[in-house]
């Protein structure tokens, strides 16, 4: 008897000794709804559920899961689920499960928790995690358009206003005010406060208040979008800053993009869409089990704020002296303000405002550079960025205070906005007088690395001055590092530059009298912002914009956004909506955003049809874009938007299939196959093997696109190799297009060295000529114009890919499967990469050494990868120091174009090998 207790007790201590083992090595690290950890703002029915595990175990995978979904953590924590219960579901998927029979209800807190079974029989249960939505219905809305007493809010016949033809008498009747405006209301909360939710927006920019405290951490909100047709809103949890009694509300409210100075109502510059105003909505769940709704209304009063200009590209001016002390707090005295307009709604959707908020990421502390300690100082931040300065000043009433920004900087230490073009780009904030009085812009923003702080009237006292970066807060997710430094600038320079022009949505500079959506920008650095960045709700938010702006009556596209559409040629632009769609697709196996998309997408094709006489397009005024062919003009090489169509026409093939369109898969199949046919019968030249007069762009996209016929394709590639090499000694002539397309089409044809030539090139033009002087990238190779232009730094995707060697696999979505494939480029000795994606961290970290090559890889649960070991065949190889063959879970496939093949699947493994 007492042996079998005893064998009792070992099996008990044995049993959950593995178990702690297992939930040790085996654990959910990260649960996201619509792609978003514990969101308070969903504004969808049918959600999607993805979770991230993390197992410090090999060939590991999931084999099945269940979802569970309740009204509360109780009903969880006792495995019943009230609202759906997905049942035990065989399948080895993580992400992107959609919500199905059920109905969410708006304003409402979900519970939900995964369980997960692998393949080793175990089982695995989340921790309950918790969901909120938003308002799912227009019905739910009670609140009103507020703004300025006796504001006219003008209907347009468009929904907006720019500078035309014989509109200039409808310009003239435009009442504007550059100035801020202050928004009030006092409420008396009767009960104990159990929950309050506010859903609030503004345009064009707002700040909210409850209790004199400003709520949450975002700046310019709401994000820029077609305003004429939605406006986005904000969700926050307001609960700790309401109390029982008295509770004031408050809302500043600048200019922004939605209602510009008139110079500025312009195609490429700002519209016009109304005046300020601000919508508001708090619920109010009280102890007792009631509720309440605050909501903005005429009840509500308005007066001037301290703001006295703002605009985004001239900046803002901000008067200490007319600030209203405690104008959010209960208890102020606000007899002489005035009652607010009430507007109409229009057709003007709410969206719900999912992807991350702009904030201040981080701040800056800048080195002196010059200056007369009296009226004027010049700073340096180390680091061309986006947002503004703080400065803590001292100073007798209405000294001003002026603070010029500039990306660049004269011999004599004084600064240089000529990249600013026609932006004046200058704060100004004039002293109230009363000891140590702190500033930041509220409405605006800059592109800059140098500050200049001056005073007009009286002496400069500046205590402190810093620099605050603000972008999108989209979390940084990708690592890159090798041994050559030139490489780690241009990585550097390019993650800058992505923060730099990521505003709500991906911007072309920050510095100029521009800063728009041009779709090219975002093309060509889309895959670079992706392994970089979570661009997820980023990029979903930027195409809805592009769907609303889509031409009614053609079916064209714009080719910026967002703004309204506007007609403009840019077949190379604004295919940027198929392309980004496509690859959103397989970056993040999000399979509704093409049956969302695909109506627009399809008529939009309709449209190049259109366009096109015997499958050719005609030439516009892009092409590649900052070229430096030697005569180049814009809208050439003129083969390009017929290529683009051939490349629109291959993904909606795809995008076809993924929907189960069997028939539009075909057709556009054979589609592309004409285009292509005509495209090689009209710009191929059999003769030479060059494509239009054979520069760089024109002979590699067609290579990248898999246009030029196989018995062709040497000779082109020839040709592009010749060009570099002889004719631009290892220098590109490629601009915003080529500079992507190219390398990419280098490395696909096995030839990375070329490509990496050009990289590492010294001399103008190249990169390196931007690095030395410049932490960002330029616009133009000439390093002309913006220094902050992502565009040039689409290179970065290439290390990721072709340096570090992490690639997807075609029809492996979201990296299910993936390869590792480094190139050993020419004095390159090591690289280290990872980027996060929705199934967990891929990383590599390689090093070269005479005689040894060694390479740590770092595969997601429920992965896999093909590994490329560059050796000699004849070459030992090792895995944790363990020869290959008697290596666990190492498949060896063979060796192929010098490199060992691999198969292995999740977990970390160090490979090592030695030459023989």
Not at 100 to 105: E, I, R, V, Y
Not at 628 to 634: A, C, S, T
Not at 773 to 794: A, P, R
């Amino acid at each position: 008897m007492k042996r079998n207790i005893f064998i009792f007790f070992v099996f008990i201590i044995v049993f959950f000794a593995c178990s702690e083992k297992q939930k040790k090595g085996f654990s959910f690290e990260k649960m996201l709804v619509e792609n978003i950890v514990q969101p308070i703002n969903i504004d969808v029915q049918q959600p999607h559920f993805s979770w991230v595990i993390s197992s410090s175990e090999r060939n590991h995978e999931q084999t099945a899961y269940q979802i569970l979904l309740a009204s509360s953590k109780e009903m969880l924590e006792n495995n019943k689920a009230d609202i759906w219960d997905s049942e035990k579901t065989k399948s080895v998927e993580t992400i992107q499960h959609k919500l199905q029979n059920a109905k969410l209800k708006s304003n409402q807190k979900y519970y939900w928790k995964a369980v997960v079974w692998d393949n080793r029989g175990a089982k695995l249960e989340s921790q309950v995690d918790s969901f909120e939505t938003a308002f799912l219905q227009n019905g739910d809305w009670q609140a009103q358009w507020i703004g300025k007493e006796n504001a006219v809010d003008t209907v347009l016949e468009k929904g907006f206003i720019i500078e035309e033809k014989n509109n200039k008498a409808e310009i003239e009747a435009i009442e504007y005010s550059g100035q801020s405006l202050l928004l009030r209301k006092e409420v008396e909360l009767p009960r104990k406060i159990k929950l309050a939710k506010a859903f609030v927006t503004g345009v064009g920019f707002y700040e909210f208040f409850i209790n004199g405290k400003r709520v949450g951490d975002h700046v310019l909100d709401p994000a820029k979008t077609p305003y004429h047709k939605e406006i986005l809103y904000s969700t926050y949890d307001v609960t700790d800053l309401l109390h029982e009694g008295k509770n004031a509300f408050g809302i500043h409210l600048g200019n922004g993009w939605h209602n510009p100075y008139k110079k500025w109502w312009k195609q490429y510059r700002m519209q016009w869409f109304g005046p300020k105003k601000a919508f508001a909505q708090i619920e109010i769940s009280y102890a007792d089990g009631s509720v309440e709704t605050i909501k903005t209304d005429k009840s509500w009063s308005c007066s001037d704020g301290p703001v006295v200009f703002n605009c985004i590209y001239d900046g803002e001016i901000y008067d200490a002296n007319l600030e209203k002390a405690g104008w959010a707090t209960a208890g102020f005295d606000d007899s002489s303000w005035k009652k607010v307009s009430v507007f109409h709604p229009g057709n003007i959707s709410l969206k719900s405002q999912n992807m991350p908020a702009i904030k201040v990421t981080q701040t800056i502390q800048p080195t002196e550079i010059s200056g007369n300690q009296n009226n004027s100082r010049t700073f340096d931040m180390g680091q061309n960025f986006t947002g503004w300065v703080r400065v803590k000043v001292r100073g007798e009433k209405g000294t001003k205070i002026k603070i010029r920004f500039a990306e660049d900087i004269h011999e004599d230490g004084t600064i240089d906005d000529t990249s600013n073009e026609h932006a004046k780009a200058t704060a100004e904030y004039i002293l109230k007088g009363e000891g140590t009085e702190t500033y930041e812009p509220h409405f605006t923003y800059f592109g800059f690395k140098y500050v200049e702080v001056s005073s007009e009237e009286g002496l400069l006292n500046l205590d402190e001055i810093t620099g605050c970066v603000v972008h999108s807060d989209n979390r940084q997710v990708g690592y890159f590092e090798c041994s050559d430094s030139l490489v780690n600038k241009i990585h550097r320079a390019t993650v800058w530059s992505q923060k730099s022009n990521m505003l709500g949505y991906p911007m072309d500079c920050p510095q100029r009298d521009e800063r728009l959506g041009w779709f090219g920008d975002a093309q060509v650095t889309a895959e670079e912002a992706m392994f970089n960045f979570d661009m997820a709700g980023f990029f979903k938010n930027w195409f809805r914009g592009i769907q609303l702006n889509q031409d009614k009556e053609t079916g064209d596209l714009p080719i910026i956004s967002p703004q309204p559409y506007i007609w403009d040629e840019g077949i190379e632009w604004s295919s940027t909506y198929i392309i980004m769609l496509w690859q959103y697709y397989t970056w993040y196996n999000d399979k509704q955003i093409l049956a969302e998309h695909y109506p627009t997408m399809k008529r939009y094709m309709q449209f190049l049809d259109s366009l096109a006489t015997d499958y050719i397009l005609p030439s516009g005024w892009i092409g590649d874009w900052g070229s430096l062919v030697e005569g180049w003009k814009e809208g050439q090489p003129e083969s390009v938007p017929t290529a683009f169509y051939y490349f629109n026409a291959t993904i909606l093939s795809k995008v076809a299939g993924v929907l189960g369109n069997s028939s539009d898969q075909k057709y556009f199949s054979n589609q592309a196959g004409k285009i292509k046919q005509a495209y090689n019968q009209n710009y191929f030249h059999s003769e030479t093997g060059n494509y239009n007069n054979g520069s760089q762009m024109a002979n590699a996209f067609p290579l990248f696109l898999g246009i030029v016929p196989e018995n062709e394709q040497q000779k082109a590639l020839e040709n592009l190799v010749h060009d570099i090499e002889v004719n631009n000694q290892n220098h590109l002539t490629t601009g915003v297009l080529g500079t992507k397309y190219m390398p990419e089409a280098l490395a696909q044809m096995g030839r990375p060295d070329v490509a990496w030539n050009i990289i590492t090139q010294k001399t103008y033009p190249s990169w390196n000529s931007m690095m030395e002087k410049y932490t960002t990238v330029c616009e133009f190779w000439t390093l002309k114009q913006s220094k902050n232009h992502v565009m040039m730094g689409s290179i970065d995707a290439w290390f990721y890919k072709y340096i570090a060697g992490i690639q997807q696999k075609a029809n492996c979505l979201a990296f299910s499967s993936f390869t590792i494939k480094p190139n050993l480029l020419e004095g390159l000795t090591y690289a280290k990469a990872s980027t996060e994606t929705l199934r967990g961290k891929i990383a590599v970290d390689w090093r070269k050494q005479p005689d040894i090559f060694s390479m740590n890889v770092e595969v997601p649960f429920n992965t896999s990868a093909t590994v490329f070991i560059p050796g000699a065949k004849k070459d030992k190889l090792f895995e944790n120091e363990t020869t290959l063959e008697n290596a666990d879970d190492v498949t060896y496939v063979g060796y192929q174009d010098g490199r060992h093949v691999l198969k292995i699947s999740s977990g970390s493994y160090a490979f090592l090998l030695k030459k023989s």
